[in-house]
Nanobody, 124 residues
Framework: QLQLVESGGGLVQPGGSLRLSCAASGGTLNAYAIGWFRQAPGKEREGVARISASGGSTYYADSVKGRFTISRDNAKNTVYLQMNSLKSEDTAVYYC?????????????????WGQGTQVTVSS
C-alpha cells in the first residue's frame, strides 16, 4: 500500500525558509496529483498547495501564494514544498496526501494516504 512520509520541518525565524519533502513508498506518485495541507493547534486542516501528476499545473491557497512553491520529481517519487518568507501564522503540522477526487483543488476529503506530518514552527 502506498505510504507517504513528510520531512524537512523544524524551527525557523520569521522571514526564513524551509523545504519540505513528501516521499512515497509501496507505490508510485507519478499518476497522482498531490496536495500539501497544514493544521495548527485548535484549527481545521487547510489546504496549502496542489500539484498535478505531471507537475504542469499547480494551485496555491491565497495565504501562501507568492511565498510557497510546490514541485515534484517523479524519478525520485517525491513532492516538495519550498516555503520562503515564513510568518508566525505558518506554524503548523504539514501533511501531504494523494488526490483521488476532483471536487475542489484543496478539499481534504478528496485526498487519501495521509502521511504522519512534519512540524513547522516559525518563531523568533
Amino acid at each position: 500500500q502506498l505510504q507517504l512520509v513528510e520531512s524537512g520541518g523544524g524551527l525557523v525565524q520569521p522571514g526564513g525558509s524551509l523545504r519540505l519533502s513528501c516521499a512515497a513508498s509501496g507505490g508510485t506518485l507519478n499518476a497522482y496529483a498531490i496536495g500539501w495541507f497544514r493544521q495548527a493547534p485548535g484549527k481545521e486542516r487547510e489546504g496549502v498547495a496542489r500539484i498535478s501528476a505531471s507537475g504542469g499545473s499547480t494551485y496555491y491557497a491565497d495565504s501562501v501564494k507568492g511565498r510557497f512553491t510546490i514541485s515534484r520529481d517523479n524519478a525520485k517519487n517525491t513532492v516538495y514544498l519550498q516555503m520562503n518568507s515564513l510568518k508566525s501564522e505558518d506554524t503548523a503540522v504539514y501533511y501531504c496526501a494523494v488526490r483521488v477526487r476532483n471536487s475542489a483543488p484543496l478539499r481534504p476529503e478528496d485526498y487519501v494516504y495521509w502521511g504522519q506530518g512534519t512540524q513547522v514552527t516559525v518563531s523568533s
